[in-house]
DNA sequence: TTTAAAATGTACAGATCGGTACACTTTGTC
DNA sequence: GACAAAGTGTACCGATCTGTACATTTTAAA
């Protein structure tokens, strides 16, 4: 099955969105670096934002996919996995074109709690947090949410730190601190 | 010494790109919500850039100010100072009209390192390190400087989420974390 | 090869963008 | 009260914004 015009222009415009900003890239500048008609995108895709929401879905299953994995293949144990989440950490931020977490980014341009794109960016943050409590409790840890949550914490600051870039290695800083929590909910 | 007529503009500048975010807010915008005729804007700032950075520079100011008093009002010693930051926080996150943090919004809207707005997010952030780092060296704390760095994860990530809002109270989440991070530094 | 669906190119509408021009009014100071 | 400085209102510039209309070409299946 070929991938249909449909998830070229959501591929394509994930990459433009990423790199230049939801409001800060117009339908036509899209229409440039896609090569893809504006009739077409909007046969696909009623208004901008539904195209943006389609980005996001699609941002979502790729960086969880990735994330998930890579934990695996970093860690053996549910424990190890959740520690090797900074490593992966560390390998993203370290990738040319880094611009940080395109959730955060999209709750900074529609920051009305109630806009579709913003829930959508919260729902992922969400499966986040439902698959480390996961991790967690598999790894027999005291407070399974707390300290999934805590780790999260983490995982949102280093993300964003790193965009800043104010600082040297905020992902192995992260996992210091995370190897430190863990060690006190070990039971 | 009465405000003039720019400190009026740069205050209600803030409040509206703050609401509103910075590509979102025309300067006709800017116009209607501060009564500040566009001719006068133009006279005090070249461009809306300018404007932006001389918001960020207050933001800055009075956030900084605002954060390290309270934090020295809640807590007595250097280390209990540490952990109030938490406290603080969790207070300005239950404000109504909370929209998250003014200097990640702005280097979500102007992603690249080089841009003038960006630089300047980055040295708040920058700052905000310095003091923390300070504070932990008072404490005598071991790593003073590794441990102001994962304190800082934590306020960046809980602020991050308190705006998401998927999670209850990321700012006591964060506290607890602090502390036992903070215990394992104690010398 | 016929035929319907999908995609294209282009031109445009109406609104808004950042920024300017210009004539006018208010304000504070001597 | 004169006078310069500061601020106002409005109309406008060219560019860009999201979204649409319409006639044409490409694609894919029968």
Not at 57 to 78: I, S
Not at 133 to 141: F, P, T
């Amino acid at each position: 099955m070929r991938p249909t015009k449909r998830d070229e222009l959501v591929q394509k415009a994930l990459k433009v969105f990423y790199q230049n900003g939801f409001n800060a890239t117009g339908m036509d500048k899209l229409v440039a670096k896609t090569g893809i008609s504006k009739t077409s995108m909007y046969k696909h895709f009623r208004t901008k934002d539904d195209l943006i929401i389609a980005v996001l879905r699609l941002r979502d299953e790729h960086f969880r996919n990735w994330l998930y994995r890579r934990m695996e293949e970093l860690g053996e144990t549910p424990e190890e996995q959740l520690i090797a989440m900074f490593d992966a950490l560390e390998e993203w931020f370290a990738e040319a074109g880094y611009k940080g977490c395109m959730f955060i980014k999209a709750s900074s341009e529609f920051q009305d709690a109630s806009h579709p794109i913003h829930k959508q960016s919260a729902d992922h943050k969400r499966m986040l947090e439902t698959h480390m409590i996961g991790l967690a409790e598999k790894a027999e840890l005291a407070n399974p949410e707390v300290l999934a949550r805590q780790l999260l914490l983490l995982k949102e600051g280093a993300i964003v730190t790193a965009h800043l870039g104010h600082t040297d290695n905020p992902a192995q800083d992260a996992k210091l601190a995370a190897a430190q929590l863990l060690d006190m909910h070990r039971q």
